[in-house]
């Protein structure tokens, strides 16, 4: 009988201990897993490397854990994206877009919560570096942590952290067979591994750790980690969330002037005028400066010509932050109040 195709195999690291704050992470798998190869690509929980850096939020007796679950949330995020009763999509300061800013209150016990490591990146670094001093070998780290995804029930691992390995298979230019260039493929290697590695450590077996073996991996140079994984926000068709677009919207103050402001103004307004098309106005934006264009939305006969009117301003105001710019609205007026006059400031948050 012939032998079957050498392929990838994903292998469980069984017999490590609970973690905690202060222990040797790299040291533990070493001692479970002395069979540990060259080109093996070691993938670890991101909570395990949370509990050994002490990324923990201490519960006191009686304190309500929940409500401390929230207020980390909040701390942890620099945007909410979306949010639903006491569900909040949020980005934390990784850069990762996460339900609950990735807070785990599974897994432990009742007395804490745990949070993503502050620099997953760095942490792989530091894992792989080590794991080489114990056993003399050339692995890969990758770190992950459990997401939920966008239009598709249910969770999957992805990368929070890697070392040793590219993040993305770029496959940009590449021809297939068929003779089609591709444009835009690349593909989240390190997303792959952690979901793969999720088959055989799992959700409540408790083995933490797994070892994928059997694929070709490049040592990239520079070794940036997962920092290719984070769109950037220009790149983001969905930065917003629907029930918190309006919420979201902040005027901004010292704004830094971007180029193209009167065309996205003209078109922020076709755009809410085509949602409310009984109320037809006219725009006219001038030579007032850079970042700043004149607005005049016709006469307004009557009080309720003139809400609608605002109602107008307010829906082009918020397709212009969808868009991504920040603006902050002046009124001028007229006497008698017979248009809608003002000065809107728009660009970018100075830094």
């Known amino acids: 009988?012939?032998?079957?195709?050498?392929?990838?195999?994903?292998?469980?690291?069984?017999?490590?201990p609970e973690f905690t704050p202060?222990?040797?992470?790299?040291?533990?798998?070493?001692?479970?897993?002395?069979?540990?190869?060259?080109?093996?690509?070691?993938?670890?929980t991101s909570k395990a490397v949370s509990k050994v850096e002490g990324r923990?939020?201490?519960?006191?007796?009686?304190?309500?854990?929940?409500?401390?679950?929230?207020?980390?949330?909040?701390?942890?995020?620099?945007?909410v994206v979306a949010r639903r009763g006491p569900l909040a999509i949020v980005e934390t300061r990784q850069g990762w877009v996460v339900a609950a800013a990735g807070i785990d209150a599974s897994n432990i016990g009742q007395d804490a919560l745990v949070l993503l490591p502050e620099d997953a990146d760095a942490s792989a670094r530091?894992?792989?570096?080590?794991?080489?001093e114990l056993l003399g070998v050339d692995v890969a780290v990758v770190v992950s942590d459990t997401f939920g995804r966008t239009w598709r029930e249910g969770l999957t691992d992805v990368a929070v952290g890697a070392a040793g390995i590219p993040a993305l298979t770029d496959h940009r230019g590449a021809v297939d067979a068929w003779g089609n260039r591709?444009?835009?493929?690349?593909?989240?290697?390190?997303?792959?591994?952690?979901?793969?590695?999720d088959l055989v450590k799992g959700k409540l077996s408790g083995v933490p750790v797994a070892v994928v073996r059997g694929l070709p991996v490049d040592r990239p140079e520079p070794d940036t980690g997962t920092r290719a994984l984070v769109r950037r926000a220009a790149d983001d068709l969905f930065p917003y969330g629907a029930r918190d677009l309006v919420g979201a919207r902040r005027p901004g103050t010292g704004l830094a002037a971007?180029?193209?402001?009167?065309?996205?103004?003209?078109?922020?307004?076709?755009?809410?005028?085509?949602?409310?098309?009984?109320f037809p106005v006219v725009l006219r934006h001038g030579g007032a400066g850079d970042g700043v264009v004149d607005v005049h939305l016709g006469d307004v006969p009557s009080l309720t010509t003139a809400l609608n009117l605002g109602a107008l301003l307010g829906a082009a105001i918020v397709q212009l932050h969808a868009?991504?710019?920040?603006?902050?609205?002046?009124?001028v007026g007229t006497p008698g109040g017979s248009s809608l006059v003002g000065r809107l400031w728009l660009g970018t948050p100075a830094s």
């Open 126 to 132: 530091s894992l792989r570096a080590r794991l080489g």
């Open 182 to 197: 591709l444009e835009t493929t690349r593909v989240a290697v390190v997303d792959e591994l952690a979901s793969a590695a």
């Open 56 to 79: 923990l939020v201490h519960v006191p007796p009686g304190a309500d854990r929940e409500a401390m679950r929230l207020q980390a949330v909040e701390q942890e995020a620099v945007r």
């Open 1 to 16: 009988m012939s032998e079957p195709p050498a392929g990838i195999s994903v292998l469980p690291v069984e017999g490590l």
């Open 22 to 44: 202060g222990d040797d992470l790299a040291a533990a798998i070493a001692d479970a897993a002395p069979w540990l190869a060259d080109g093996d690509v070691v993938v670890v």
């Open 258 to 278: 971007r180029a193209g402001e009167r065309e996205a103004v003209a078109q922020a307004f076709r755009v809410a005028s085509s949602a409310l098309p009984e």
């Open 323 to 331: 868009e991504g710019w920040t603006t902050r609205w002046e009124p």
